[in-house]
């Protein structure tokens, strides 16, 4: 899931609001939680658009067939029994007896319904590769077939059945994903494409619903679902979001007490390092530079790539620049998804290059890179995001590049995060600065974004080697254990050698959290469960 989506925010006045609200009274502070989202929320519809914001609300709103435990296992939300046939091809789910918060009945048909509007190629989130495995999926993706052969069934009001094209043994960790959340079937055909726009054309079926909400807003609460099938479960009563994109302000809202829960970084996390309300997250994501590798390109220069994955101190960026916590990272696989099956060592360490810094090196096989080109200079476009945290790294990154390696200027690009989403896009930069968090735990999470035909494979990232041992992954060796890795790490050696991304730094979240607040499930993958979180 990409990440550290930037916002675009009017703090002044909200500051007061927000504090005169906290302080109110002390009921409301007891069942109301105040949080903060990074971007403002266009749409709730999970096909139209996959933002981290996104994710984070719908998360709190919608339950799923499972949802993730503190050990990023997952555990049945709707689904009430599951039944696996033919070798592990098939999977019967029975739903639970449940409603939307506009009082329609949750049904099997909502997942047929959700599930065929994410697959379909014309889906603008990104996401439709994740359905792959399920019968037609990738055929639909390339449009050769259509979406309503995808292998997904009603086969009655609360059962639903899915085919799968060979066994998936992560297939249920998938299903905790915001991808694969049932949408209103009844509010789809109404609505089409303006399905989850406003308040009125969306429903969730989960522990909250939308309470207030307007397109593009700076804030927006959501309150508990009296439909809410396990509603005695929720002890909030509502939660308020308001869009932050300054750590230092995020900090300032929690002295306020307008924030229960602030999330920093950079120079202000490096200085609550020992405050008594800080929470350390470990996640099992990477910042990355993702390269450009399409033709006609300087970095479709392979000694270019290497000499920057070599040039950067990447200990030097996690110690200082980030300054809560970070690590160093050396593979695009970070660590916390997977052990290495026969060791107890995470799969990122057994993955991990001989050779991670050698500034010689780099500058050898930069000036051999710029032969080969035919160039003596090159100017390399940086986008990035315009948050604190990474317009700091972009600084770090320009210094690190420009003042070790000759004949090179770095042009950064600090935009809004649709600004510099669509340049990726679109293929317009050299390197774009970005982010990933395993939707689930395992590498292939981020390994098959570099798939050839991945929608997230901006850079363009081509070879032949890696895509075969993620097919073989993915399909002759799924359901043998040390197959399957195997191949993983093989994928990962590949990714090393060519370098379409370069690994920076494994994400810490620094959190200020209220000490009162209690409940709130901390994944490692996915996004933070606030639905059964209460105050002491």
């Given at each position: 899931m990409g990440k550290k989506i930037p916002l675009a925010t009017a703090l002044a006045a909200g500051l007061l609001l927000s504090a005169c609200g906290k302080s109110s009274t002390s009921s409301t502070a007891k069942t109301t939680l105040n949080l903060m989202e990074s971007d403002t929320i266009a749409t709730f519809d999970q096909s139209a658009s996959t933002t981290v914001p996104i994710w984070d609300v719908l998360n709190q709103m919608d339950d799923g067939l499972f949802r993730s435990d503190k050990n990023n296992n997952p555990v049945p939300a709707l689904a009430k029994k599951t039944v696996k046939s033919n070798g592990g091809k098939r999977y019967t789910f029975y739903l639970k007896t449940a409603k939307w918060s506009n009082g329609d009945d949750v049904t099997a048909q909502d997942f047929v319904t959700a599930w065929r509007r994410g697959v379909a190629p014309t889906a603008l989130?990104?996401?439709?590769?994740?359905?792959?495995?399920?019968?037609?999926?990738?055929?639909?993706?390339?449009?050769?077939?259509?979406?309503?052969?995808?292998?997904?069934?009603?086969?009655?009001?609360?059962?639903?059945?899915?085919?799968?094209?060979?066994?998936?043994?992560?297939?249920?960790?998938?299903?905790?994903?915001?991808?694969?959340?049932?949408?209103?079937?009844?509010?789809?055909?109404?609505?089409?494409?303006?399905?989850?726009?406003?308040?009125?054309?969306?429903?969730?079926?989960?522990?909250?619903?939308?309470?207030?909400?307007?397109?593009?807003?700076?804030?927006?609460?959501?309150?508990?679902?009296?439909?809410?099938?396990?509603?005695?479960?929720?002890?909030?009563?509502?939660?308020?979001?308001?869009?932050?994109?300054?750590?230092?302000?995020?900090?300032?809202?929690?002295?306020?007490?307008?924030?229960?829960?602030?999330?920093?970084?950079?120079?202000?996390?490096q200085g609550l390092q020992n405050d008594k309300h800080l929470k350390q997250v470990d996640r099992s994501g990477n910042y990355f530079i993702r390269t450009n590798q399409a033709k006609g390109r300087a970095l479709s220069n392979d000694k270019l790539r290497q000499a920057l994955y070599l040039v950067i101190n990447r200990k030097q960026l996690a110690e200082k620049v980030m300054a809560n916590g970070s690590k160093p990272s050396y593979t695009y696989s970070s660590p916390g998804a997977a052990k290495y099956p026969g060791t107890n060592k995470d799969f990122a360490t057994v993955a991990k290059p001989k050779e991670t810094y050698n500034v010689a090196k780099a500058k050898k096989l930069w000036k051999e890179g710029l032969k080969e080109l035919g160039k003596s200079s090159v100017t390399l476009t940086l986008v990035g995001y315009d948050t604190s945290t990474d317009k700091n790294q972009a600084e770090f990154l320009q210094s690190q590049i420009e003042s070790k390696l000759s004949g090179v200027k770095v042009d950064v690009k600090s935009l809004p995060f649709l600004s510099a989403y669509n340049l990726a896009v679109k293929g317009d930069f050299d390197l774009q600065l970005s982010y990933w968090l395993n939707d689930y735990a395992d590498p292939m999470s981020e390994l098959e974004t570099q798939e050839l035909d991945n929608s997230h494979n901006f850079g363009k990232y081509t070879s032949k080697n890696f895509n075969k041992q993620l097919s073989l992954a993915k399909s002759k060796n799924a359901t043998s254990q040390k197959a399957y890795f195997k191949n993983l790490l093989n994928a990962q050696k590949q990714l090393s050698k060519d370098n379409p991304v370069i690994p920076l730094c494994t994400e810490v979240e620094d959190h200020l959290v209220s000490s009162n607040l209690r409940g709130v499930l901390w994944n490692t993958t996915g996004t933070a469960d606030y639905t059964r979180a209460y105050f002491k």
């Open positions: 989130s990104g996401y439709s590769y994740i359905y792959q495995g399920i019968k037609n999926a990738t055929a639909i993706q390339n449009g050769k077939k259509k979406a309503e052969t995808l292998g997904v069934k009603a086969a009655g009001k609360h059962k639903l059945v899915v085919d799968l094209e060979y066994p998936i043994p992560t297939f249920t960790k998938k299903l905790t994903m915001t991808s694969f959340l049932p949408q209103d079937t009844k509010l789809v055909k109404k609505y089409g494409k303006k399905y989850g726009t406003s308040m009125k054309t969306f429903a969730s079926n989960g522990a909250f619903k939308l309470g207030s909400w307007r397109a593009g807003s700076n804030t927006w609460t959501l309150v508990k679902n009296p439909n809410y099938y396990a509603k005695s479960e929720v002890k909030l009563t509502k939660i308020k979001y308001q869009v932050v994109k300054e750590a230092n302000t995020a900090h300032q809202l929690f002295q306020q007490g307008s924030l229960d829960d602030a999330l920093i970084s950079g120079t202000t996390a």
